[in-house]
């Protein structure tokens, strides 16, 4: 079995709508694809539905956002967790809502230099869906101000920029722990991503694994080689399961379905170990 355990539809900042997705999966040639928008579950009914259709298995995630105690941004990917939960729901909710501040915060600063504002970012914001910085990045696409989001990304954006605002987000063991209570697997995403900015140390690996998480992501695009090696050894010293994902967003990005995959095996364990909803479809044998 193919198996990709990290894609993000327009439900955050993906660019296809969640059947899409299962559908570019599937022609991908993938047999197990999860669906991870940020903070946000408001994309499974429609991807479990096309998954069922297609006859692939849909992976129920979600990839949580979080700033570590150095003020480090951290993603936090998380299976099978109950979408229903009271404390998960709260911190996701609180999320969310700053995401949007921060947006506006943004778009303001923005605004003084480039031609964009407020309508011409929403107008690149699915409806109810989780605004992020790739959202803004659209939007200076959409005005001519840089070809694509990885340029605006890799200027007027980067959290340097004098434009960039931090938002709410919970601390990454917080997170670990809740995913935890609402029966779901809390595996660190692109943990050593060191492109997308500073990395954590030593002492959060250390917390997030006392506050219940179970794997990392070591096989993904922005992970250095070394880093992987370091993870895969981090992964076998504290009994974690290792994953692999591609982390795409459709046009968004230039990450391919399937170019990282995860082991079926641990896909396996996975299932077993988070109990808050099931997978649907078939699983490895
Ligand atoms: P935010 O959560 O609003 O701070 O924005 C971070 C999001 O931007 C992440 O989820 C990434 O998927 C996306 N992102 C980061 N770097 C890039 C890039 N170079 N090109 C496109 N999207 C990116
Ligand atoms: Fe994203
Ligand atoms: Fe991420
Ligand atoms: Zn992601």
Not at 25 to 30: E, F, S, V
Not at 151 to 179: E, K, M, N
Not at 265 to 285: D, S
């Amino acid at each position: 079995m193919r198996i990709d355990l990290h894609t993000h539809s327009c439900v955050s900042d993906g660019t296809e709508q969640p059947a899409d997705v299962i559908a570019s999966a599937a022609a991908a040639g993938l047999d197990a694809v999860a669906l991870t928008d940020h903070d946000t579950t408001a994309g499974w009914a429609g991807a479990a539905a096309a998954a069922r259709a297609r006859g692939i298995t849909f992976v129920p995630g979600m990839e949580v956002s979080c700033r570590s105690s150095e003020g480090i941004s951290v993603h936090v990917l998380s299976y099978l967790h109950d979408p229903t939960h009271p404390g998960l729901l709260e911190e996701i909710a609180r999320s969310r809502a700053a995401r949007v501040t921060r947006a506006e915060l943004m778009v303001q600063r923005l605004a003084e230099d480039f031609p964009i504002d407020w309508d011409s970012v929403q107008e690149q914001v699915a409806p109810g869906a989780t605004i992020g910085r790739p959202h803004i990045a659209d939007a200076l696409v959409a005005a001519g101000v840089v070809p694509n989001r990885s340029a605006a990304f890799s200027g007027i954006l980067t959290a340097r920029s004098p434009y960039f605002v931090a938002h709410y987000a919970p601390d990454p063991a917080r997170a670990a722990g809740l995913i935890r209570e609402a029966g779901g697997v809390p595996v660190f995403a692109h943990p050593v991503a060191s492109s997308r900015g500073r990395v954590v140390g030593e002492e959060t690996f250390a917390e997030m694994i006392g506050a219940g998480l179970l794997g990392v992501e070591a096989d993904h695009r922005d992970n250095p080689g070394p880093g992987r090696e370091w993870l895969r050894r981090l992964a076998k010293d504290n009994d974690l399961l290792v994953t692999g994902s591609s982390d795409y967003h459709g046009t968004g990005k230039p990450n391919l379905l399937g170019e990282f995959t995860t082991d079926p095996a641990v896909l396996v364990r996975i299932a077993e170990l988070g109990t808050g909803t099931a997978v649907v479809g078939p699983l490895p044998h």
